[in-house]
């Protein structure tokens, strides 16, 4: 079965920082992957996503997330986090079957951006 | 352009009521589906369509219904809601066409049943 697990329930940084979410997946076949942001009481926002190509991936807002095959790990990251990056992220899958809009996704990662 | 437009932003339903959970999107995406957010749990797929007139069940249907009989609006339905259905739910669509496609959401509505 598929899964996304994000192994950290909240990230804490300071601003300036670089900071890293950590997402690991589980699937058959090749990964579709994604990135959600999620800021207080709005819908999700698509950050970024990787379908083939190059590991490392560019996307909105700064972020970027290196695609590591071996390790099965799609970590998000920033080279100097701001307070207004302060959200909740969220790492997501393609689901097999079914429609190719389906995503499963992770349990989410809290980060706090602090001054 | 107004993306993904979800209504009501709130509701508060007793144990055994019926409501309807509104969802729109203007931007002619043939793929439309409702997740729930529960503390701890992420997003969880309830039910979704890839076109008007074809619906199909997620990881989470049961108590829950859903039609779509136009490209715009795919509205959820709670036929006796209960405690457990108290979540923040989102409407979310996409060009279901492209694997590069990602899904837009809307605002959410956040439920309450006592």
Same mark, same amino acid.
Request: aromatic letters at 12%.
């Given at each position: 079965?598929?899964?996304?697990?994000? %192994?950290?329930?909240?990230?804490?940084?300071?601003?300036?920082? %670089?900071?890293?979410? *950590?997402?690991?997946?589980?699937?058959?076949?090749? %990964?579709?992957?994604?990135?959600?942001?999620?800021?207080?009481?709005?819908?999700?926002?698509?950050?970024? *996503?990787?379908?083939?190509?190059?590991?490392?991936?560019?996307?909105?807002?700064?972020?970027?997330?290196?695609?590591?095959?071996?390790?099965?790990?799609?970590?998000?990251? *920033? %080279?100097?986090?701001?307070?207004?990056?302060?959200?909740?992220?969220?790492?997501?899958?393609?689901?097999?079957?079914?429609?190719?809009?389906?995503?499963?996704?992770?349990?989410?990662?809290?980060?706090?951006?602090?001054? | 352009?107004? =993306?993904?437009?979800?209504?009501?932003? #709130?509701?508060?339903?007793?144990?055994?009521?019926?409501?309807?959970?509104? &969802?729109?999107?203007?931007?002619?995406?043939? $793929?439309?589906?409702?997740?729930?957010? @529960?503390?701890?749990?992420?997003?969880?797929?309830?039910? $979704?369509?890839? =076109?008007? =007139?074809?619906?199909?069940?997620?990881?989470?249907?049961? =108590?829950?219904?859903?039609?779509?009989?136009?490209?715009?609006? #795919?509205?959820?339905?709670?036929?006796?809601?209960?405690? /457990?259905?108290? /979540?923040? $739910? #989102? &409407?979310?669509?996409? @060009? @279901?066409?492209? $694997?590069?496609?990602?899904?837009? #959401?809307?605002?959410?509505?956040?439920?309450?049943?006592?």
């Amino acid at each position: 079965a598929q899964s996304v697990a994000q %192994p950290e329930d909240q990230v804490n940084v300071a601003e300036g920082n %670089p900071l890293t979410v *950590k997402c690991t997946y589980s699937v058959s076949g090749n %990964p579709y992957l994604f990135w959600y942001v999620q800021y207080p009481n709005r819908g999700l926002q698509f950050l970024l *996503k990787y379908i083939t190509g190059d590991n490392l991936v560019k996307g909105s807002y700064g972020f970027e997330a290196e695609f590591n095959k071996s390790q099965t790990s799609f970590h998000l990251k *920033k %080279p100097s986090a701001l307070v207004s990056d302060s959200a909740l992220y969220f790492c997501a899958v393609r689901a097999l079957g079914g429609s190719q809009g389906n995503l499963i996704f992770g349990k989410g990662t809290k980060l706090s951006v602090k001054p | 352009n107004a =993306g993904v437009t979800q209504t009501p932003k #709130f509701q508060v339903l007793k144990t055994g009521q019926s409501m309807t959970l509104q &969802c729109a999107q203007d931007m002619n995406h043939e $793929y439309m589906s409702w997740y729930r957010q @529960d503390p701890g749990m992420g997003l969880r797929l309830i039910h $979704y369509s890839v =076109g008007a =007139g074809i619906t199909d069940q997620g990881e989470v249907p049961n =108590g829950y219904n859903v039609s779509r009989s136009t490209t715009e609006d #795919f509205p959820l339905r709670l036929l006796s809601a209960a405690p /457990s259905q108290t /979540s923040v $739910y #989102f &409407c979310a669509s996409t @060009d @279901d066409r492209s $694997y590069n496609s990602p899904l837009h #959401f809307g605002n959410g509505t956040r439920l309450t049943v006592t």
